[in-house]
């Protein structure tokens, strides 16, 4: 595993600015264009609740680096769990995993999920490069179809496996904008969709979070029978404030975490 965050993050940014051209354009708008300094205030990743691909073999890579667990989420009708972690000394990015519970969705899910699963090689999930190491499996385009009918996180995953699902811009680091509004209408200056999906700005100062995301990108994958353009990934801001003892509220707020998932439905 690797020994080194920031080499683990720029790995991870580069797999995943590969399929979120957005997130590159974005990021070099506000940096480049805007003369921001850019901070990542966390990344998420996602899986399966099945040997050996579980939340706990994933987060295994961060917490060899020193993270420690923080808060955990439960998405009762997406049926999903997840937990975030956190560096407790250096300000490294967080990071939130979730995993679908497999064994509460339809029989035909779980066949599909298990059979890709099984294709996975158990040593694979302790290299340094499976985080980003994408599908380790073959899937083909009707039967992501099928899961699409019934989780769309279970579809993300067995199109796009191991990779960050989004990265976020920490607005607390940012000069020139203060509020999630105004990265919103930026977004939208530069041609980009917000996720709608509970409001355009998630959580409220009262959560001690909110959050703003792009739609998910959609780009060609290839399947096992033909090419697709399916979502890929999404670019998200988070805006913390701070607790009555005055430091920067670190965890998330599952409520608006539930809205964030749904960046990478298909539009329409």
Not at 26 to 35: F, N, P, Q, S, T
Not at 235 to 262: H, Q, T
Request: with cysteine; aromatic share 12%.
């Amino acid at each position: 595993m690797h020994t080194d965050p920031d080499t683990l993050f720029a790995q991870l940014w580069e797999s995943y600015r590969q399929v979120t051209p957005s997130a590159d354009r974005i990021h070099k708008i506000l940096g480049a264009e805007e003369g921001q300094e850019i901070v990542n205030d966390h990344i998420a990743l996602r899986t399966f609740n099945l040997d050996p691909v579980r939340l706990e073999v994933l987060a295994e890579h961060f917490l060899s680096l020193g993270y420690q667990q923080g808060g955990e989420y439960h998405f009762e009708a997406k049926k999903l769990y997840a937990r975030h972690y956190e560096h407790p000394t250096r300000e490294l990015p967080k990071v939130f995993i979730s995993e679908l519970l497999v064994e509460q969705c339809s029989p035909a899910l779980q066949a599909v999920v298990k059979n890709l699963v099984a294709q996975v090689q158990p040593d694979a999930v302790k290299a340094d490069d499976f985080l980003y190491s994408g599908r380790h499996w073959t899937i083909d385009y009707n039967t992501y179809r099928d899961l699409l009918q019934e989780s769309e996180y279970a579809a993300w995953m067995a199109a796009w496996g191991y990779r960050a699902n989004h990265f976020t811009v920490s607005i607390n680091h940012l000069e020139q904008f203060q509020t999630v509004p105004e990265i919103n209408q930026l977004l939208k200056d530069h041609g980009y969709t917000v996720n709608t999906s509970g409001g355009e700005v998630k959580g409220s100062p009262e959560d001690l979070l909110e959050q703003s995301s792009t739609m998910a990108d959609r780009v060609p994958v290839t399947f096992s029978d033909q090419t697709a353009t399916i979502p890929s990934c999404f670019y998200e801001f988070a805006l913390r404030y701070r607790k009555p003892d005055g430091k920067l509220y670190s965890g998330f707020v599952a409520a608006s975490a539930d809205k964030i998932f749904e960046s990478t439905n298909a539009a329409g």
